[in-house]
């Protein structure tokens, strides 16, 4: 069984910076996607970033040049390193790891980001 543990959230005042770490355990497919997604209240979950096995990175539009996302080197961990935060960026962030070739798609119980101006 997968679960992922995420660590990190908090409050920060607009302009600062946070971490997002997610750790997997259990036996994932060697090639996948590992990422992050966030929901606001009343709002759809979007994509903030993911990095695919071999290093590729994709990120949502608003947070490009802000944020940015790496894996350990164990493979199994996913950070999220959030600069200029701001009261926008307030969500539920979700991990999300999802296995290539028709695999199972995994997420975390969400950690909260709140932004504060």
């Known amino acids: 069984q997968v679960q992922l543990v995420e660590s990190g959230g908090g409050s920060v005042q607009s302009g600062g910076s946070l971490t997002l770490s997610c750790t997997a355990s259990g036996s994932i497919f060697q090639f996948n996607a590992m990422g992050w997604y966030r929901q606001a209240p009343g709002k759809e979950r979007e994509l903030v970033a993911v990095?695919?096995?071999?290093?590729?990175?994709k990120y949502g539009g608003t947070v490009e040049g802000r944020f940015t996302i790496s894996r350990g080197d164990a493979d199994n961990t996913v950070y999220l390193q959030m600069n200029s935060l701001e009261p926008e960026d307030t969500s539920v962030y979700y991990c999300?790891?999802?296995?290539?070739?028709?695999?199972?798609?995994?997420w975390g119980r969400g950690t909260q980001v709140t932004v504060s101006s």
């Open positions: 999300n790891v999802r296995e290539f070739a028709g695999g199972a798609d995994y």
């Open positions: 990095i695919f096995t071999g290093g590729v990175k």
